[in-house]
């Protein structure tokens, strides 16, 4: 995690756990029983889900990345970016664009239980092609996976199961004030990496809107044929995890310019996802109307 000149390192990570904390707990409140089983009932979509995540946008960036030409410590910090799937706000904001509730649950945890296997394997076929020598044990995309993700949605699920009428009096009361940790978060970490975010060179950017935009067309396309299972598919694909990202940078001592991208990819993306969030949201109001 990068530091500013009047920001500690330890105060920006403190607030990114207790912001995915909160976000994760929050949603396993509000699930429901029975959501894994409702995307297992759908084999075929659930497979156009995962191709669309871990093969065909890692195989766009690579393209794309290449064709621009883009300098190699960028091309491989949005490839990265790219094999890490699983952003733990992704499902937060797929929900709110109108996402279908259980099949994008289901989706996010199978996203980040996977990662843990197909993170190694990525890395271990990209090297070549990059000549280069990175590596991350399954070990340590685990540990991260199952701090920042599936420990408080589990805990947000065990207390639903548990305790569900205390869910439902306190669902509304965490959800508010996950929203706000995550607010509170992403005004700090602008903070942070404003001058990376705006120090990238154009073609970068463009690169990382282009990237992304591709991304939510592919998911879009795999999702069919409803439509919130289109938008779960699609934000699922755009919204890729920038901690599992830094973790392979730091465990691979990485070049600042690499760091810089991938930071750079997290906010850029974030802003090109949300005119598609808003549109899906309104049309998700449309037909609940109907």
Known sequence: MPESAFIPRTVVTVA???????VMFSLGLASRAGELRWALRRPGLVARALVAVFVLVPAVAVIVTRLLGLPRAVQVGLVVMAICPGAPVALRRSLGAGGH????TALQLLMATLAIVTMPLSIALLNPYYAGHAAISAGEVARQVGMAQLLPLGLGLLVRGVAPALSVR???VVTKLAG??????ALLL???IWRTVLGAAPVTVLAIIGLTGAALAIG???????ADTRTAVAMASAMRNPGLALLVAA????????????MACALWSAVTVTPYAVWRAKIARQASRL
């Open 16 to 22: 990114a756990l207790a912001a995915v904390f909160f």
């Open 180 to 185: 706000l940790v995550l607010i509170a978060f």
């Open 220 to 226: 879009h396309a795999m999702g069919a044929p409803a």
């Open 170 to 172: 306190a669902e509304p």
């Open 251 to 262: 465990a691979n001592n990485a070049a600042p310019e690499m760091i810089a991208t991938i």
């Open 101 to 104: 509730h259980s099949f994008a």
């Open 190 to 192: 602008v903070l942070v």
